[in-house]
């Protein structure tokens, strides 16, 4: 069994992440794509480097299931192991401030 480094996939871990080390709900963009026919295969899908994905699921020694604009796919873990992402940062609420001035 392969092990994960510590901390895989959270925002600002950039480097080395793979499409494994995704958590749910995380959203991710496709940077490096392995240079075989997985590659053609994955463009036809629709997963091509550049492409904004978000992790609908990420079974552990399974399939990552992703998200695109108009469908679903299921990765299986050992392609998912040559696929380079990026995490993007969470979108946080924007802060709220309040002036308290007394007239």
Do not use: W
């Not at 793979?18 to 997963?47: E, F, H, N, Y």
């Not at 990420?58 to 995490?87: D, K, Y």
Request: glycine share 10%; proline share 3%; net charge neutral.
């Amino acid at each position: 069994m392969r092990g994960r480094q510590s901390g895989c996939g959270r925002k600002g871990d950039e480097a080395g992440v793979t499409l494994d080390m995704v958590k749910k709900g995380q959203d991710l963009v496709i940077v490096q794509l392995p240079k075989s026919d997985v590659r053609a295969q994955a463009m036809r899908l629709g997963i091509y480097e550049g492409a904004q994905l978000s992790c609908v699921e990420s079974i552990h020694n399974g399939p990552v299931v992703l998200r695109s604009a108009f469908q679903e796919i299921a990765i299986g873990q050992h392609i998912a192991r040559e696929i380079q992402v990026t995490v993007q940062e969470e979108n946080k609420p924007a802060r709220r401030i309040v002036d308290h001035q007394t007239d």
